[in-house]
């Protein structure tokens, strides 16, 4: 699970959440990453995934498709000496704006 608060709020007011988990496919060598955000965005990714891909791919809701479509989702991690960094980003298309923006997130754990 993964939630976003903005800074200096409190817990009960996290504006993000993401539940799903990663899978280390050992054949392809390749991290798998699948969530949901409840909103109803769900993503299968294996590095980056695309809408209508039947494979790696990004599903929305109705009103979500048509007003603010998830079109493309890129994940890079890294792994080493008991850290783990990611950073993805996503590219969303509005209808309000009839533009695509790309939204990054990124953040690095260390191991205690």
Known sequence: MMTAWRPGEGEADAFHEEVG???WDGDRK???RGFMVPRGVLVNA???AEAGSETHGILSNLY???AYKTKKYILDVDI???QYSYKENSWLWSRIDEA???HTDQNTLQRV
Request: proline share 0%.
């Open 21 to 23: 988990n990663l899978v």
């Open 80 to 82: 080493q000496n008991g």
């Open 30 to 32: 390749q991290l798998l």
């Open 100 to 102: 695509t923006f790309d």
């Open 46 to 48: 294996g590095g980056d």
């Open 64 to 66: 979500l498709d048509e």
